[in-house]
């Protein structure tokens, strides 16, 4: 008995002595991305075909994007992807990146009752006047709040709009993420602008629909940085760069392109884009 358990053992050494896989070993990165690319399921996808190409894990940190340049500016993060070109711009001229890869893009959607109290549909593919609408009307519209890549879109659409919501009894901003805000827009009967990806994979649509679209406003591009080293010693710049490079390779942009819900696609790859 004792000699088949010391030849047991000696069977196992050699693997013992291999060790545990690479990723096991602590090959890993943190991504502080937007709440639209973990909600709407994309880096379910994404992330375990990276990890079995290249053996690094990757933990993501979901917030609005002012939230997750934030992270990164503290080097908390070791890349961030995110999808405010502003922002982005900013955190690059701050010298907590260097350099800026367009990923993809999809577009923005007002959703909000299929009834339509605020008479949006009439207003064809123009966001502006769909917002002066629902502003006329007092409608209910429901804010993210959150610094979102979203949100300043929707800030930006308000002051196009020559609108200034914010204190208006039937706008609610509530800091919060799009799965959050789609929620509340469902159960309110409300009015808000959300990413497509996230709309959808959202479920919980009641008598939510797509009121307004297709406005060149409503372009929602996705950027992805390496934080700076120089600025944080800390971050993983080669496991980093990794992500970044096989995101934006042929084998990762295909990924993006083949992620689907019920046959409709959420984003759409555009590395090497200059205007991306």
């Known amino acids: 008995m004792r000699r088949r358990t010391f030849l047991a053992a000696l069977l196992m050494l050699p693997g013992l002595l291999a060790g545990p896989p690479v990723a096991a070993q602590g090959r890993s990165i943190t991504v502080a991305s937007t709440t639209s690319t973990e909600q709407s399921g994309l880096f379910g996808h994404l992330l375990p075909l990276f990890t079995r190409t290249t053996g690094i894990a990757v933990r993501v940190v979901a917030l609005g994007t002012g939230q997750a340049l934030d992270v990164g500016r503290r080097g908390d993060a070791d ?17 907590f990146a260097t350099r800026r890869f367009p990923v993809m893009y999809n ?8 009834a339509d109290p605020a008479g949006v549909r009439g207003r064809g593919t123009d966001i502006a006047a769909a917002l002066q609408a629902i502003a006329a009307r007092g409608a209910p519209f429901i804010s993210r709040g959150d ?11 308000w002051q196009q709009a020559g609108i200034s919501p914010a204190g208006q009894g039937w706008y609610k901003e509530i800091g919060q993420g799009m799965g959050p805000a789609l929620n ?18 959202f479920r919980n649509r009641q008598s939510l629909a797509i009121l307004a679209e297709g406005d060149r406003r409503l372009f929602n591009q996705y950027g992805v940085m390496l934080v700076n080293p120089a600025r944080h010693p800390q971050v993983r710049q080669a496991e980093g760069q990794a992500f970044i490079d096989w995101l934006v390779s042929p084998e990762g942009q295909r990924a993006i392109a083949e992620y689907r819900i019920d ?8 590395a090497g884009d200059p205007n991306g």
Do not use: M
């Not at 610094?147 to 659409?157: D, F, I, K, P, V």
């Not at 046959?263 to 555009?270: A, M, T, V």
């Open 79 to 95: 890349v961030v992807f995110v999808h405010d070109r502003a922002a982005e711009q900013k955190f690059l001229s701050e010298g």
């Open 107 to 114: 577009d923005f959607v007002l959703v909000g009752p299929r």
């Open 147 to 157: 610094r979102s890549g979203t949100h300043a879109a929707e800030l930006r659409l």
């Open 184 to 201: 509340t827009a469902a159960a309110a009967d409300a009015y808000l602008l959300a990413d497509r990806g996230t709309w959808i994979s």
């Open 263 to 270: 046959g409709q696609p959420l984003f759409f790859p555009n």
